[in-house]
């Protein structure tokens, strides 16, 4: 396949993985539990099926996570891709409701509406809600996908339509621990 002459452009602007949500200083925490994936381990690619729409089935990845700390009322999840050519990352999903004694959410948990009850899903990339699978520019290089999860000692007060604003100013002060999965994606 031809070189993107935009990507290549583009290629050293990105909005920087300082700007995901993950290096908020109000949402620090302790990282005292793990988040994985059965589809692909931290820093290796996306398998293709879990890409956007015009490259895969754009499904969600399942996803499962070691006991949180005592005191966890509720999971948050935000993924954001911090290799994006603009200011800030793109959410790719927002996710909240979370049973932190579910364990794990499956393949396809984050759809909207969700097979998985109780879970609720912000406004992301492109105002859509629920999982948005990556599709980078071909020729930007690579793309981190950063699945941040975090505990809450208190649910979030959220309207039934929200941002990743809205979120980020209700769990600030109710996160007592995170943990984080990256995956990578690149169009060549």
Known sequence: MPTNPLGR???????GHHTLVWARPSL???ESFTLTSPAFEHGDPLPPGYRGSLLGRDISPALTWTTPPAGTTELLLVVQDPDVPFRQPLAHAI???IDPGLGSIPEGGLAEPSPVPGLRHGKGALGRRGWGGPMPIRSHGPHSYVFQLFALTHPPDLPRTFTLNAVVRA???HVIARAR???TFEIR
């Open 9 to 15: 452009a583009l290629r050293h602007r990105r909005a």
């Open 28 to 30: 620090h925490a302790p």
């Open 95 to 97: 996710t909240t409701g």
């Open 171 to 173: 769990m600030t002060g």
């Open 181 to 183: 999965l990256d995956g």
